[in-house]
């Protein structure tokens, strides 16, 4: 069961969620480089200051990548409108309001969560684990996904079917694949690349197209036009091969979550084993006992 995106959602939405998540960046550090005499006033609102610091926080919470002035001003317009409405909610005395306290507790208990979870993941994610984590998804991924053939090839696409012939004429005498792709294909992306599609399976292509690929002999060009939907293909098979699993570095983050949904999992099985629990049902009465397997 993936317990960590759970878990975190619940924290963090109650921390981060909507209008709230200006009122806990307030409370973090410092941006990195803002110290107290470089850390100018950039707003007042009812004559209280809004620091630069303070809209750093903010981007560092939502995730902003970079500093420009039109996500600075988006944050500052936030923040703005956060002392806003927390002044108008403190002018309501909102803050002695028992469902203020009760959300206040159900959030600093997220936070608390959330840091305790996400430093236990932190301190067990290392590399060996990573690794173990990776054949785990591997044994996974030879069920899921068992080797296929795969086709390496390059093509020259066309509008005609004379135009196709006239580019295998020329192949043959010993043309440039390649100078052939860029100069006259109309397919841009493959024409780039000398006309390589990379390897693909059977199923990736269309059926004419990926018939002619499978059928051909590596090196060679076919020396039939293949015709699609797209136009007039002329076709050199490059390399053939089984598909393989990808790379931990292709996957990573997927490998990085599971081990992390693993750990999560396991330290609140361990907390959970130490503690004792005592359940009850909705109306407070002990929850029933299951009664013990007959001995067969």
């Not at 006259?184 to 292509?205: E, I, V, Y």
């Not at 098979?237 to 997927?254: A, C, F, I, M, Q």
């Amino acid at each position: 069961m993936s317990l960590l995106p759970m878990i975190r959602a619940a924290a963090l939405g109650l921390v981060i969620g909507g209008l709230g998540a200006p009122m806990v960046a307030m409370a973090a550090d410092p941006a990195p480089g803002a110290t107290t005499g470089d850390d100018p006033v950039v707003a007042r609102v009812n004559g209280g200051e809004i620091h630069r610091s303070d809209v750093f926080a903010i981007m560092r919470a939502r995730a902003r990548q970079g500093v420009t002035e039109e996500k600075f001003s988006e944050a500052l317009d936030i923040l703005v409108s956060t002392r806003l409405v927390v002044t108008a909610a403190d002018e309501q005395k909102l803050r002695d309001d028992l469902e203020y306290k009760e959300k206040l507790k159900q959030a600093e208990e997220g936070v608390l969560l959330d840091l305790y979870l996400t430093r236990a993941v932190k301190a067990k994610t290392t590399e060996e684990a990573l690794k173990e984590q990776y054949q785990k998804y591997l044994e996974r991924y030879a069920t899921e996904h068992p080797p296929q053939d795969e086709v390496r090839a390059s093509h020259i696409l066309v509008k005609t079917e004379a135009e196709a012939k006239e580019l295998i004429e020329k192949l043959k005498g010993g043309a440039d694949f390649a100078e052939l792709a860029k100069a006259k294909s109309s397919d841009p992306a493959a024409a780039a690349h000398g006309g390589d599609l990379g390897f693909f399976t059977r199923d990736a292509m269309v059926a004419p197209f990926a018939e002619a690929a499978f059928a051909g002999t590596p090196g060679k060009v076919i020396e039939t036009p293949i015709h699609t939907d797209f136009g007039w293909h002329v076709i050199r098979v490059d390399e053939r091969r089984k598909s393989s699993p990808p790379t931990l570095e292709e996957v990573r983050g997927d490998v990085e979550n599971e081990l992390s949904q693993e750990i999560v999992a396991s330290v609140v099985s361990e907390l959970r084993t130490k503690a004792k629990i005592e359940e009850f049902r909705m109306d407070g009465t002990p929850q029933p006992v299951d009664p013990p397997a007959a001995a067969h």
